[in-house]
């Protein structure tokens, strides 16, 4: 059983920048299995970023550029760091860990709100 908890969402205006954190427990820490996805209001969740099976970074078209996903093994924490924030990234994001048969895990979700 893998457990993720999300932090670090905020309000921010335009053009500002947040670093989200999602500390992972209850298994062995990959971080080639996590990812980042979001979900504005009244949208279907849409994936942000990930790890490929190779540990390199993938995003989003309406992110990259923008925003990093970055890892720290020795914490078992993935973080996403978000600048150059735009309204539109506006979402409840939340962390994911894909551990295959093991199951697919979420956190809580942590609110991003930019303001224009």
């Known amino acids: 059983q893998v457990q993720l908890v999300e932090s670090g969402g905020g309000l921010v205006q335009a053009g500002g920048s947040l670093r989200l954190s999602c500390a992972a427990s209850g298994s062995i820490f990959r971080s080639n299995t996590m990812a980042w996805y979001r979900q504005a209001p009244g949208k279907q969740r849409e994936f942000v970023a990930r790890?490929?099976?190779?540990?390199?970074?993938y995003y989003a078209g309406s992110v990259k550029g923008r925003f990093t996903i970055s890892a720290d093994n020795a914490k078992n924490t993935v973080y996403l760091q978000m600048d150059n924030l735009k309204p539109e990234d506006t979402a409840v994001y939340y962390c994911?860990?894909?551990?295959?048969?093991?199951?697919?895990?979420w956190g809580m979700g942590t609110q991003v709100t930019v303001s224009s």
């Open positions: 790890f490929t099976s190779v540990g390199l970074p």
């Open positions: 994911n860990a894909d551990e295959g048969s093991a199951g697919d895990y």
